[in-house]
């Protein structure tokens, strides 16, 4: 089994600043895709930016220009950096990998998600 564990989420004041972390950890044989979603209150789960394992990444519109996703692949971990933060971006932050695990299979896998409000 694949797990995901978040952290570096919390309270910050409008154009501050915080970065995540999302560490993969148990049978892990390759990780492709890794990337960041979130969820807003009574909302559906959204793509924030994803990143391959040769680095190409992709980002929402809104958060173009102000987050950055990067990866370690040698420690099966990914990084969410979050500028200029707007009281739009609270939310809880998932983590997601696609990776070929025990099963053997190629599955996708999420981390428990971590919080981050953007508040004055």
């Known amino acids: 089994q694949v797990q995901l564990v978040e952290s570096g989420g919390g309270l910050v004041q409008p154009g501050g600043s915080l970065r995540l972390s999302c560490a993969a950890s148990?049978?892990?044989?390759?990780?492709?895709?890794m990337g960041w979603y979130r969820q807003l209150p009574g909302k559906e789960r959204e793509l924030v930016a994803t990143i391959t394992y040769d680095s190409s990444t992709k980002y929402a519109e809104s958060v173009k220009g102000r987050f950055t996703i990067s990866r370690d692949n040698a420690k099966n971990t990914v990084y969410l950096q979050l500028n200029s933060l707007k009281p739009e971006d609270t939310a809880v932050y998932y983590c997601?990998?696609?990776?070929?695990?025990?099963?053997?299979?190629?599955?996708?896998?999420w981390g428990q998600g971590t919080q981050v409000t953007v508040s004055s």
């Open positions: 997601q990998c696609r990776a070929l695990g025990g099963t053997l299979r190629w599955d996708d896998y």
């Open positions: 148990g049978r892990i044989f390759s990780i492709n895709t």
